[in-house]
Structures are given as C-alpha cells and as structure tokens.
C-alpha cells in the first residue's frame, strides 16, 4: 500500500517536472509575475537606478510584455543573468522572457531550442580602445591583448576576425561586462571588444569617455532580441507580436502621449487593430482587446524606448542608424497587424 | 513421562525478517538498498523524460566539433580551428600545471612557516601565526581577486617601457619585464635544435631537446647513486668514507652543458615590440594571481598540519638528539621530521585535493582551466549542459583519485612498519 503511493508519487513528479515546459502564459498569469532574464548590469540596456528600480532599452520589452499580459508593467521580476547561465536559465523555466542583448544565431534558435521573437537592436561588434594607442584600425590590432566575455558570439567574432586578417592576438576571457572594464581600465589587456552598443554604454559609464575611441571596424552581424523556449508557440506570438506592436506604434505615430485620443477610435483601421477598438486580435493571442494599448503605454512606442534609453540625448548617444524605421532607411519593420 | 520434546521446527514467518536479529540488519541493508536504486532510478528518469521534453539526445559528439575560439594560455598546440575536445584538454592540462606548481609551491611555504611557528624566537613565530590566521579564515576567492587585482593594476603597463623616459624598465640585467599583464622571463633557445616529434597521431609534439637533456641529467644522476652506493660500500669496509661529491656533481653537470654546447643553447630575451613583450616565456598575470593565491592558502593549512606533525613527536626524542651533540638543524632534519611525517602525510593528500578542487575558481580571474574552456565557454557555444557538467566532473574526479592514490602509495612507503 504504501509503496503503490510511493511510486504514485514519483509517477507524479516527474510528470509535473516535465510538464512544466508549456503553458507559459498561464504560468505567468498565474504568478502575477513575468519573469524576465536581463544583463547583470549594462547601463542603457538593463541596469538598476538608484533606487533599485531597473531600467533600459531590454528592460523596457519586458515591461512592456507585462502590461500587454498582467496589465501592469512593474509586475515583472528581474533576473540578471551572466552570459553563461542565461541559456540555462531560460530553458529550465527559470525566466519566462530573455532580453538580455542576446544575439540570434542559427544554433542557438535550433540547436539550443529557442525561439527569437524578433530583433530589438541591430549591433555589430567593435573594439574599444585608448586614444592615446594612436590606433585608428582594428587591422592594426596584431599581438594587442583583448579583453572579450567568455561564453559570448564577440569569442568566436574575435577569433575568425584575426584568424582571417592573417593577425595574432591574446585573449583574456573574463565573467562579466563589469570585469572587463576594470581589466581594461587598468591597462591589464589593450582594447575591448564587444557588441558596438555596449561599447558605448560601457564607454559612457567611464570617467573620461572622450579618451577612449571606438574603432571603425564593425567585425560582424549580431541581431539582438528577446527569445523564449521553443515549443510553446502561444507565449512566442505574444511576445514577438507584443515587439511588432512597439514597432508599428512608432509607425502610425501613436505615442505616449497622443494613445489615449487615438484608442477613442481613428479612421485609419490598422491603428485601430494595434489599439483594440476594430477586430479581434487581442482575443487571438488569448488576451483582452487592450493588450497592445497597454504595451505602448508602458514606456512608448518603439521610437520613444529608443530615445529615452539609449539615443542621442542619452549619456549612451546611440544614433538610430540600422534601428531606425524602414520608412527611415533602417532596418526596423513590423508585420501587418491584420 | 518423556523428556523428550519435539526439536524446533523450522518455521519460517515473515514477521521473523524484522524480529528475529539473525534476519533484521540483512533486511535493513537490503530495504536502504531498494530506496537507493529506486532514488537514482527516479533522478535518471527525470533527466530522460526531460531531456527529451525539451527535444535534447544525449551524445559527446560535439567534442569533435570545431572550437571557434582562442585560448592565450595554453601547453600544447591550439587554435581557434582546433576541436572543443582540444580546448578540453588544453584545460585539463592547465588545471594540472596549476595544481603541480601550487602542490609544490605550498608544500614549500607550508613546511617552512609550520616549523618557524614553533621558532623559540617570539616576533617570528608570532608573525606567521598572523600569515596562518589571515590566510586560513578568509575565502579563497577573496585572495584570488585581491592578488589579481594588485598584480595589474599596481604593475606597470607595457606602454610605460616605451618613450624616451620611459617610468618603468626592465629588470634582471634587461632581461625580465615585470607588467601588469605577466611577467616576461627569457626563454631557452637551440639553434642547432633536433626538432619535435609528433606522439599520439599527431595530436602533440615532444621536444627532442628536452629529452636529450633529460636523458643526460639522469644517466648522471644514475652513475652518482652508483658512485655514492660504492663510497658507501668502502665505508663499511674501511671506515673511511672517500669524498666523492665534486665526482657527483661533475658528472651531472658537465653532460649536461655539453650537449646543451652542442645543441647551440642560448636565450630568448623578451622586447618590448607593438602593443605587448614578445619572445620570451611569459608568465600571465592569471596564472601568477592563481598561482600565489591557491599557494599562499593552502600553505597555511599545511604549515597547521606541519605544526602538529612536529608537535606529535614526544619532547624526548629532540632532548635524546640534542644529548647526541646534534646541531638543532641536524635534529629537525634526521629525528623529528622524518617521524612527523607519518602524521603529516595523511592530512596532506587532503590539501593537495583540496587545492586541486579550489583551482577552478581560475574563471574569476580569467585562467583557462578545465572549468573555463568545458564548463564556461564551451557549454555556452554547444549548449550541452548535461555532457559538459558530467564530463568537468569526471575530470575533477579522475584527477583527484590520481593524486589520492600517488599519495596513498607514499604513504604506505613512510608509514612506520610494525613488526
């Protein structure tokens, strides 16, 4: 008798342990909470104020996803997580979204089993170095100490980068973003690599920004956005369409400040699909018909996120660039929401 | 009226399996063993059953895989075209250079401060009762980074030799830089060199130089026992021991510079050429920051076991010695050390573990040992958590019981043998 309910109990648990992969949403609804995996501290992108209350470009998504699905944008826990374990993390459930200027790659979308909802920065990894090196090239780099995350794409950029302009160099993988700084404050490795907006944001973050120069080179791709497990596609459209939702906010211009007017109801029918007040589309992603309202007030649209984070009023002075609209010559575009 | 009873039969009940205590601590044994297998089976299930919920196999095959990435510390051939499995054992080999230099290296340390802790000279053996106290009772981690931390930025930068003034130069006749990025030794060169040959189907390479060397420093050692063993023999026959250590020393030294004459030996002296020292042997700033930390900790544990190994070994014996006519030094070394060390070996296998262990705190730091290129980047690349856990700790595990049974082996040599 008190075996059966002994091996019930393991039959149970380890269902339960299995289980617990699908049915995001409901998790999530059912927590209050959204979950969400974000840089261990990289200012512009995902970094706690003063007064502990994170903030960022990637911290902006994952309030607006908590708007679009709990109705309230500081329903959000944050977990900061090194380049090491955020994959981890997200596959065992850990965190329900990972924005953390993670760079869609082929392997890591089949192999590692995960789904990129979109691209929220367009990046491409650089070097930053001292201006008085009196370097002006990355091809000039030959026998430079770099300072570069372990476990990151800039590891294996940095390799084929020397390899193939026939240069050598030394390698000093370090934990952490915070790690390479000191490193490369103090002199301990000639130049810092890594994505170019993070070079910023790290440079930024310096005493004396304006001796450290960020080299022309842009060394390779790297896409950035937020990604979720596979195989719960429900919780994947509610995230990437929550992304579109930002993206086609900046669009139809629907700010922050004109959305209240605009969700009364405007002849233009997609900005009223975006806002709920025409068609279904909140009912499809298995919300209300206000969820894309909520997002876009949470921080504003696309545009403003941008602005407010990392743009060029910002200590970070990130130009829009590739992450403009594709209206504006960048390569930012949404889906019709129809 | 009959005596005789029927004789007990031999009636088997179940409930005997509890209470009857021929049967009880069988069945205990046997029910603690079912729980167990039932537990890991549970554990194994669970992995199974999730692994292929979240669509994952099981297999090492991404050991063949090309790496994509560097490694600047590192004993044999690599490149970012080389294989994961190779950067795993590029670690491997990190990780066991560390341990043997730090083994060393604190075993140094700790016998020394051990003794001076028991120095009657009071300043002395009060200070290293502060080295002992101060490194036993805070983490390793902390030293780690702390050491690091001093080593780059109070050492100076590459770009201080440079210029007309330059604030910093080299030392050691020109021939050593000190830089807060390692420390740049001169390295031995052979210009008549006889090359390498490639072992293990081309996976590394042994220096032939080195074994020639090798060889000859043996040989010599080998003819000075014989020599050594022959004194000893006129000894016991005359009484008279012949002077036989110039012989001795000639024999190990001539050789040996002969054929590094003939190997045209000379040294490679570190320059300061584009952004860092190049030529050379450079002794990174990880591996020295390492190196210190893990020595300077362990010692203090050691110089503990030390301290009470000599403190085991009763009064009588130094007095005895000292009655002798021998000279304090002559004591530690022929009486009290030799005993100590039945006390001290067993609690020092324990150390060389433990420092083994402590080494893959390396990642703080930036050292690629085996935790760094399996555990840290590799996994991240492959995504193969379960694979790269279990493959780190069999290393951990094969390296340790490598260094337990050595040590064991030891100690079973100088344990005392009773008769």
Not at chain 1, 193 to 212: V, W, Y
Not at chain 2, 23 to 43: D, E, N, P
Request: glycine share 8%; aromatic share 8%; hydrophobic share 45%.
């Amino acid at each position: 008798m008190k075996k059966s309910v002994f091996i019930g109990a393991l039959t149970v648990a380890s269902l339960t342990a299995g289980i617990a992969a699908a049915g995001t949403l409901d998790d999530v609804k059912a927590r209050g909470k959204l979950n969400c995996g974000v840089s261990t501290g990289l200012v512009g992108f995902a970094s706690p104020d003063a007064n502990g209350k994170w903030e960022g470009y990637d911290v902006a998504i994952c309030r607006a996803v908590a708007a679009a699905v709990l109705g309230d944008n500081t329903a959000v826990e944050f977990v900061p997580l090194s380049s090491k374990t955020r994959f981890t993390a997200l596959a065992s459930g850990e965190v329900d979204v990972l924005a953390r200027n993670t760079t869609w790659t082929l392997s890591r979308d089949v192999d590692l089993k995960f789904d990129f909802v979109g691209v929220n920065y367009y990046d491409g990894q650089g070097f930053l170095i001292p201006k008085s090196m009196g370097v002006t090239s990355a091809k000039e780099l030959d026998g430079a100490t770099v300072c570069i995350q372990s476990g990151t794409t800039t590891e294996l950029n940095l390799a084929d980068y020397f390899r193939v302009n026939g240069i050598s160099y030394e390698p000093v993988p370090v934990e952490g973003n915070s790690e390479a700084q000191k490193l490369y404050l103090a002199g301990a490795c000639d130049t810092l690599t890594t994505d170019g907006s993070a070079l910023a944001a790290t440079r930024a973050a310096f005493e004396k920004p304006d001796d450290h120069i960020v080299l022309p080179e842009i060394i390779s791709k790297e896409p950035l956005g937020p990604l979720v497990r596979h195989g719960d596609n429900e919780w994947g459209d509610i995230v990437r369409w929550t992304l579109n939702a930002l993206i086609s906010a900046e669009e139809y211009d629907i700010t922050s400040a004109n959305i209240e007017e605009l969700s009364k109801g405007t002849n233009n029918p997609e900005i009223n699909r975006i806002l709920g007040t025409e068609g279904n589309m909140g009912e499809m992603l298995g919300l209300d018909a206000d969820w894309a309202k909520r997002a876009i007030m949470s921080g504003g649209n696309f545009g403003e996120i941008f602005e407010a984070n990392i743009g060029e009023k910002t200590p970070i002075g990130l130009s829009r660039g590739l992450n403009a609209l594709w209206t504006e010559g960048g390569l930012i575009y949404s889906p019709p929401f129809r | 009226m009959t005596t005789l009873t029927d004789p007990p039969k031999a009636t088997f009940r179940l409930s005997m399996l509890l209470y009857d205590t021929r049967y009880r601590s069988t069945t205990i044994q046997i029910i603690v063993l079912i729980a167990f297998m039932l537990g890991a089976a549970w554990l194994l299930n669970n992995v199974r059953v999730n692994l292929a919920l979240a669509g994952k196999d099981f297999n090492f095959g991404f050991l063949q895989q090309v790496s994509n990435f560097d490694i600047g510390q590192r004993l044999i051939e690599y490149s970012s075209t080389s294989t994961y499995g190779r950067a795993t054992i590029i670690g491997l080999l990190n990780t066991l250079l560390i341990a043997v230099m730090g083994c060393f290296a604190a075993t140094v340390v700790g016998v020394a401060v051990g003794i001076l802790r028991l120095s009657p000279n009071w300043v002395i053996s009060r200070l290293m009762a502060v080295y002992v106290e101060m490194f036993r009772n805070v983490p390793i981690l902390l030293w780690i980074l702390l050491i690091m931390g001093v080593l780059s930025e109070s050492l100076p930068q590459p770009k201080d030799f440079r210029g007309e003034n330059p604030t910093a130069s080299m030392s050691m006749f020109d021939s050593v830089a000190v830089t807060n990025r390692g420390i740049y030794i001169p390295e031995p060169l052979f210009s008549k060199g006889l090359g390498d040959i490639p072992v293990f189907w081309n996976s590394f390479e042994i220096s032939l130089d080195l074994m020639a060397i090798l060889a000859v420093l043996f040989a010599g050692l080998l003819i000075g026992k014989l020599i050594k063993t022959r004194a000893m023999q006129i000894q016991a026959a005359t009484g008279v021991l012949p002077k036989t250590g110039l012989i001795r020393l000639a024999l190990v030294v001539i050789p040996v510079l002969l054929v590094l004459w003939i190997l045209g030996f000379h040294l490679g002296y570190p320059a300061l050429k584009g952004f860092n020292f190049q030529g050379g042997t450079r002794l990174g700033n990880p591996l020295l920051a390492l190196w210190i930390a893990l020595s300077l900790y362990t010692a203090a544990f050691i110089a503990e076991i030390v301290r009470a190994g000599i403190m085991a070994i009763s009064k009588g014996q130094s007095e005895a010695a000292s009655a002798l006519g021998l000279r304090p030094n002559k004591i530690m070394n022929l009486v009290i050390l030799p005993q100590a060390m039945r006390v001290i070996i067993p609690p020092l296998i324990s150390q060389y573990l433990n420092l083994t262990k402590n080494s893959s705190l390396a990642v703080a730091v930036g050292y690629a040992d085996i935790t760094s290129t399996l555990g840290n980047t590799t996994l991240n690349q492959t995504g193969r958590e379960l694979e790269a856990i279990l493959l780190l700790m069999g290393c951990y595990l094969a390296i340790s019981l490598i260094v337990s049974t050595v040590m064991n082996a030891y100690n079973e040599r100088t344990k005392l043998r009773e008769r």
